[in-house]
C-alpha cells in the first residue's frame, strides 16, 4: 500500500509538471518594440494584435504561433509635410547562438509612390497622401503573414516567433525631401539607394 502512494504521488507530480510545461510552452511572453530612436516624420500610436491594444516594448501573454496574424501599427504625420511614401520593416530576432552567423528574418512594407521607382513599376500601386495630422495603418494581410511564416520555419524550425522589431526606414514627401534611418533630406535625388542589412522581402498593400 505504501509503495502504491508513493506511485500515486509521484505520478501527481509528474501530471503536474508536465501541465506546467506544456502552459509554458503554449503561453509565451511576447513583446514588440522599435529600432529607432530620432524624432521620425511618423509616430507610433497603436498597436494591436488580434487580441487587441498592446503597448510598445511591454511583455505580454499570448497563446499560440499566430498571435501576430492580425498584427496593426497606426502612426500619426508628425512632419508637417504631406507624406508620399511609407517603408516599414518588421525584424524577427533569431536564436541567439546563430545570430552571429545568420542575419535575422527581415520583412518590408512600402506604401505609396517611390520617388526613383520606374513609371511601370507604379501602374499597380495606389498613391498616397498622408497630411499632417492624419494617420496610416500598417497592417500584415494573410499573404505577409504566410510568408513571414513559412520561411522563419525554415531558418528555426523549433521554435516560434515572439519578438517583433518595427523599423520605420524610407519616408518621402510630396516637396520632393525625404527622411531615411534618421537622417532628413531636402531633394530626394540626394540619397543613396540603401538596402536593409538582412534578408528582405517587400509587399506592397
Not at 42 to 54: A, N, Q
Not at 61 to 67: A, F, Q, S, T
Request: aromatic share 12%; with cysteine; glycine share 6%.
Amino acid at each position: 500500500m505504501y509503495h502504491k502512494r508513493l506511485t500515486a504521488a509521484f505520478s501527481c507530480i509528474v501530471l503536474v509538471f508536465t501541465l506546467i510545461s506544456v502552459s509554458t510552452a503554449q503561453e509565451q511572453d511576447r513583446v514588440i518594440s522599435k529600432m529607432w530612436l530620432k524624432p521620425a516624420p511618423l509616430e507610433l500610436r497603436i498597436i494591436k494584435t488580434r487580441k487587441g491594444e498592446v503597448k510598445l516594448d511591454q511583455k505580454f501573454v499570448d497563446e499560440g504561433d499566430d498571435w501576430f496574424k492580425s498584427l496593426s501599427i497606426r502612426m500619426e504625420n508628425v512632419s508637417g509635410k504631406t507624406i508620399t511614401y511609407v517603408g516599414v520593416g518588421l525584424l524577427f530576432p533569431r536564436d541567439a547562438q546563430v545570430l552571429g552567423k545568420t542575419p535575422p528574418l527581415y520583412y518590408t512594407l512600402f506604401y505609396g509612390h517611390h520617388p526613383k521607382a520606374p513609371a511601370a513599376a507604379l501602374l499597380n500601386r495606389p498613391p498616397l497622401a498622408i497630411k499632417p495630422g492624419e494617420t496610416i495603418t500598417i497592417a500584415l494581410s494573410d499573404f505577409d503573414y504566410s510568408y513571414i511564416t513559412d520561411n522563419w520555419r525554415q531558418l528555426e524550425p523549433t521554435r516560434s516567433i515572439t519578438d517583433i522589431r518595427l523599423h520605420l526606414y524610407e519616408i518621402y514627401f510630396d516637396d520632393g525631401g525625404g527622411w531615411v534611418v534618421g537622417h532628413w533630406y531636402a531633394n530626394s535625388s540626394d540619397i543613396k539607394e540603401r538596402q536593409p542589412d538582412s534578408e528582405a522581402h517587400g509587399s506592397q498593400p
